[in-house]
Structure formats: structure tokens, C-alpha cells
């Protein structure tokens, strides 16, 4: 068999692998809809979808349409859209700083974005003009000028900067506690504290028009650089002789990876083990080359946090727990696993 031959084969094995994953992720959003308080069967969920997209005039309840098409339904796509936007940035910032334990709550992007977020909710910063998703934009791009500014650009090493990044997000996380425990009353210290541990409950359509536009973009930008990502594995004087404009690449990527993570934590909250863990898993599937990572990050990240958002409203009966909850008591022993199985044989 030639090398192009088995490019080919490979090619066809990983369109294979992404259109399994698509239908995967279709099943997991349908079941999503089904579960809740008020139980709906998968049948009436598929007619109140059809019903919605305006393909199907069925005649169910009026209530079971609304459930469906205006609360579950947006919530399912915007987690979809969550875990394959903070999947994607976990993969680039292990790939730009050659750590494994990179992603963005490692940096402190996502204790900025809390931090800003919080800052608008009980300071009522910027009401007037910003809202909560500008908020979170702010500081996460406050904590992405510290992080660069602690580690001295571009000059310094991965280990250096994910120390720089340790480092402000204990500032960060610093600054929301004080936030809350001295400007808010003690119902919106709880609100706050259980939306920074990660809540779909407050999701609408108009979060998931914002979330595909920003995670669709981000997808788009990775991918034109997939190639160059490749290059930072052999580190940025490598890739500088290969050609690859190394600080304007980590620039633009890393202001990317900011512009996600802000949006989705000004959302639904601050979620960890998503970028840590599901690039990991996908590499070890689909190997190390960004052209394929990336998209099977993306697939991976949003099955992972709609299965994880299913599991959050049936592990307790009557109550939901928080999406990081679940994705900590996943994760842990998942990234175990991968530890385990990637230790060096003796």
C-alpha cells in the first residue's frame, strides 16, 4: 500500500470517527430534552423540534411544546457549544505552551472572567451599558495582560508561564470571594457561588446565537493555524526555522482562547476538567496533528458536557448540582486513567 493510500484510509477512518460523534452528540441533545422535572418522551420531543424548525404541524400540548423548544433545547446546544469551546482551548494551550496540564483555568482566563462577570452582577458595574458577558471579557483579558506581563512575553518558558497563570488565578479567585462576601447579601453570595461552579439553568436562545458565533469563529481561526500548532510541538525556535511567525501565532491564539472562555464562563459559569481532560482523551484517539484534534476535541468536549449535564439532573432527585461538580467527580479519575495508560514502560 502507497503513502497516499493509507493518508486516504486515515482520512476515511476519521470522517467516520466525526460522523459517529455527530450522531452521538444528536442522540445525547435529544435525550437532554427528555430529562427534568417534567418528564417528556423522546417521540413528543422529536415533534416539538419538528414543530419549532417549522418541518412538522403535530398537535402535542402547548406546555410540552414550550419546555422543549424554549427552555431544554437551547440549554442542550448551549452545552454542546461550552464543552466543544473550552475542549478547543484546552488543545490549543497545551499545543502553545508544550504543557499537558495547560487550559484555560490553569492560566487564570477563567478566574478574570468570573471576576469580571461577579463584578457586574452584585457590583452593578456598568448596568447601564455592560452587560454580563462584557464583564467577563474585561477580566479575562485583565488576567491574560498579567499572565503576560508576570511571565515576560513571549521570552519565557511553558513552565514559567503556567506558574504566571497559577498565580493570577489565585488573585483573581481572591478578588471574587471579597466581591462577594462584601458587597452581596447572602442570597446573591449562594446565586454566585453555585453559578461559578456551573449552571445551564439560565440559558436562553439568544446565549446560544452568542455562543455559536464565538465558538464557531474560534473553531474556524484553529483550524487555518492547525498546521502551524503542529510546529510548536518541537518548540518555538523549531517553529520559528519552519517559518512560523511564533508571537504572532501565540497573539492571535491565545487572544482566541481568551474570547471563549469568556464568553462561555459569563454564561453558564466557570467548569472545570473539560480542557484538561477531553484533549487528552481525543489525542490519544485521533493522535497529535491539529487538523484532527481540533475537530475531535470539539466533538468530544460537547458529548462530554451534555452527558454531563443529563447526569446533573437525575444523580440527586428533584435538584440539580452544579456541571463542575460532575465534571470534577468525572474527570479525576478519567485523567487517571490517561496518566496511567501513558506512563513510561519499564
Known sequence: MSIRDETGSGAGKFLLLLTVSLLVLCLAVAVAMTVGDYAIALGTVVLAVGNGLGLTTAEIPRIEQSVVWDLRLSRALVAA???????????ILQALLRNPLAE???LGVSAGASTGAVAVIVLGIGRAGCRCPMGAFAGAFAAFALVALLSNGATSGPNHTILAGVAASQLFNALT???VTTSGNAQQARDV????LGSFGGVRWPDFQLLILVVMTGLAICLLMARSLDAFTFGDEDAAALGVPVARIRLILFGVTAMMTATIVSMVGAIGFVGLVVPHAARFIVGPMHLRLIPAC????AIFLVLADIAARVIVAQQTIPIGVVTALVGVPFFAIILYRSRPQS
Request: aromatic residues 16%; neutral net charge.
Open 81 to 91: 457549544l461550552a464543552g466543544a469551546g473550552l475542549a478547543i482551548c484546552g488543545a
Open 104 to 106: 484555560p483555568f490553569v
Open 177 to 179: 470571594s471579597y466581591i
Open 193 to 196: 457561588m453555585f453559578w461559578l
Open 298 to 301: 470539539a466533538a468530544a468536549g
